[in-house]
Nanobody, 125 residues
Framework: QVQLVESGGGSVQAGGSLRLSCAAS????????MAWFRQAPGKEREFVAAISGSGRRTPYADSVKGRFTISRDNAKNTVYLQMNSLKPEDTAVYYC??????????????????WGQGTQVTVSS
């Protein structure tokens, strides 16, 4: 059974940091494009960051560029999202996702085959 399990969410004050982890199991994900999305109440799910299987390509949403860093450890089947200089507008449920096909359209929700259950991130001002 394929599973993606996120952890590391929580509540922080503006300017603080959190590190999210996504542990994948049930198959090998080393060739998959992995990504983080987020969804705030009343809003659509939006792209945050992605990472290619090799780790060489790491596109980011403009809203998080320079503050967030995505990385992966293929030996551990785990993807990370280091979030620094957090802002109240970063408050959302954060989801990990995997794309088996490694599509170039990495920011599109519909391209991802597997999703985690999400972890809440709350940033207070």
């Amino acid at each position: 059974q394929v599973q993606l399990v996120e952890s590391g969410g929580g509540s922080v004050q503006a300017g603080g940091s959190l590190r999210l982890s996504c542990a994948a199991s049930g198959r090998t994900f080393s060739r998959d494009t992995m990504a983080w999305f987020r969804q705030a109440p009343g809003k659509e799910r939006e792209f945050v960051a992605a990472i290619s299987g090799s780790g060489r390509r790491t596109p980011y949403a403009d809203s998080v560029k320079g503050r967030f860093t995505i990385s992966r450890d293929n030996a551990k089947n785990t993807v990370y999202l280091q979030m620094n200089s957090l802002k109240p507008e970063d408050t959302a449920v954060y989801y990990c996702a995997a794309d088996r096909g490694g599509s170039a359209a990495y920011s599109q929700v519909r391209n991802y085959d597997y999703w985690g259950q999400g972890t809440q991130v709350t940033v207070s001002s």
